[in-house]
């Protein structure tokens, strides 16, 4: 089939390779590290040999999301999406560009967003699931207050987020112990990222800004399967639900 456009196709900046190393069996590594570096060579010619017309690149996770200081990951966003900037500007036809955004700090993603969308052309973000930051202890997921302007940003410039997994934390990962073949794109990877949609569905955040778009991949990361049980639970007592959500939480 001829004219396949990719979503969620990855490339790695030096300092960011190390990242993919952690969920890939080593045996596969070398090849996975050439891939993620290369953008104009291997990369074209796969894509011309398998009926690719397109791609829309994003840096590899989790890298922004696990740079617990606020500086540090908003550096490396800048750098992220200038070094994509210059990959894409090359071959506009077939390469266009997803932003990385320092979500530790949601005024400083909304700037960094409509940089990437008004000055560098992206179409869009991608974001590798919570955000660590310094001072505060656990995962930092995006249903929380102080994003509403944020996702107010994301609205108003009419582009899609696209939720990407990453795994759970340490602390909160223990249901795998014993397990590690659980972790990644086995099964955490979907559950990890199918929670945090459920939460920003839950949270009223479509109340307020009901054209936003988020993009789930994998099938939706398991939603779809779950949505009839996911409203039946919230809807079959006549209570009032325990969610902000005006409407159904399910997807």
Request: aromatic letters at 8%.
């Given at each position: 089939m001829?004219?396949?456009?990719?979503l969620e196709?990855h490339?790695?900046?030096?300092?960011?390779?190390?990242?993919s190393?952690d969920?890939?069996?080593?045996?596969?590594?070398?090849?996975?590290?050439?891939?993620l570096?290369?953008?104009?060579?291997?990369?074209?010619?796969?894509m011309?040999?398998?009926?690719m017309?397109?791609?829309?690149?994003?840096?590899?996770?989790?890298?922004?999301?696990?740079?617990a200081?606020?500086?540090?990951?908003r550096?490396l966003?800048?750098?992220?999406n200038?070094f994509?900037?210059?990959?894409?500007?090359?071959?506009?036809?077939?390469?266009?560009?997803?932003?990385?955004?320092?979500?530790?700090?949601?005024?400083?993603?909304?700037?960094?967003?409509?940089r990437?969308?008004?000055?560098?052309?992206?179409?869009?973000?991608?974001?590798?699931g919570?955000?660590?930051?310094?001072?505060?202890?656990?995962?930092?997921?995006y249903?929380?207050p102080?994003?509403?302007?944020?996702w107010?940003?994301?609205?108003s410039?009419a582009?899609?987020?696209?939720?990407?997994?990453?795994?759970?934390?340490?602390?909160?990962?223990?249901?795998?112990?014993?397990?590690p073949w659980?972790?990644?794109?086995?099964?955490a990877?979907?559950?990890?990222?199918?929670?945090?949609?459920?939460?920003?569905?839950?949270?009223?955040?479509f109340?307020?800004?009901p054209?936003?778009?988020?993009i789930?991949?994998?099938?939706?990361?398991?939603?779809?399967?779950?949505?009839?049980?996911?409203d039946?639970?919230?809807a079959?007592?006549?209570?009032?639900?325990?969610y902000?959500?005006?409407g159904?939480?399910g997807?």
């Amino acid at each position: 089939m001829k004219g396949k456009i990719g979503l969620e196709e990855h490339f790695a900046l030096e300092e960011t390779l190390s990242e993919s190393l952690d969920v890939m069996p080593q045996v596969v590594w070398p090849e996975l590290r050439d891939r993620l570096l290369d953008i104009q060579e291997t990369r074209l010619r796969q894509m011309d040999a398998r009926g690719m017309e397109m791609m829309l690149l994003s840096l590899n996770a989790p890298t922004v999301q696990a740079v617990a200081s606020v500086t540090n990951a908003r550096e490396l966003s800048e750098r992220a999406n200038d070094f994509l900037a210059e990959q894409v500007i090359r071959r506009p036809d077939r390469f266009q560009g997803l932003a990385a955004l320092p979500m530790q700090d949601p005024e400083l993603a909304a700037r960094e967003l409509q940089r990437c969308v008004g000055q560098l052309g992206f179409k869009g973000a991608l974001v590798n699931g919570f955000s660590e930051v310094s001072d505060v202890d656990g995962p930092v997921y995006y249903d929380l207050p102080q994003y509403l302007p944020f996702w107010a940003e994301v609205e108003s410039l009419a582009i899609p987020f696209y939720l990407h997994p990453r795994n759970p934390l340490a602390a909160d990962a223990r249901i795998y112990k014993g397990h590690p073949w659980l972790l990644g794109p086995t099964w955490a990877f979907g559950q990890e990222t199918a929670v945090h949609a459920l939460r920003l569905m839950a949270s009223g955040l479509f109340d307020h800004h009901p054209e936003l778009s988020i993009i789930l991949g994998h099938m939706g990361e398991g939603l779809p399967y779950s949505m009839w049980r996911i409203d039946n639970r919230n809807a079959w007592m006549k209570v009032k639900p325990s969610y902000p959500a005006q409407g159904p939480a399910g997807p």
